[in-house]
């Protein structure tokens, strides 16, 4: 039902930034947070960020604390992912997601990809070293 648009990847040279965005669009949009996932060739789908639409609470992996933000714009149902002092490390294809319950707040499942609902195409960031 949800429709999500990624933009922003590149290619882009280690310790430059890249900021991605998300449009979320759809008849009886109700989301409740958003997420970021990346895959690299050969890997698992992982966590990356998320954020609750009515708080702004933030998740982040561990391996991009520090470095990646993620923020939202209600009005405009779109997701940022700010990612600055990119790594060879960081180079995968990234993948917005929608989930549309609260998850009762877990911090647990909202790093799970099979909590989310409705998911975007990706868009590819490769960083070289």
């Known amino acids: 039902q949800v429709q999500l648009v990624e933009s922003g990847g590149g290619l882009v040279q280690a310790g430059a930034s890249l900021r991605l965005s998300c449009a979320a669009s759809g008849r009886a949009f109700s989301s409740y947070l958003m997420g970021w996932f990346r895959q690299a060739p050969g890997n698992e789908r992982e966590f990356v960020a998320a954020?609750?639409?009515?708080?702004?609470?933030?998740y982040y992996a561990d391996s991009v604390k520090g470095r990646f933000t993620i923020s939202r714009d209600n009005a405009k149902n779109t997701v940022y992912l700010q990612m600055n002092s990119l790594k060879p490390e960081d180079t995968a294809v990234y993948y917005c997601?929608?989930?549309?319950?609260?998850?009762?707040?877990?911090?647990?499942?909202?790093?799970?990809?099979?909590?989310?609902?409705?998911w975007g195409q990706g868009t590819q960031v490769t960083v070289s070293s």
């Open positions: 997601a929608d989930c549309k319950n609260s998850l009762y707040g877990s911090n647990t499942r909202v790093r799970r990809a099979d909590e989310y609902d409705y």
């Open positions: 954020i609750t639409w009515a708080g702004g609470n933030t």
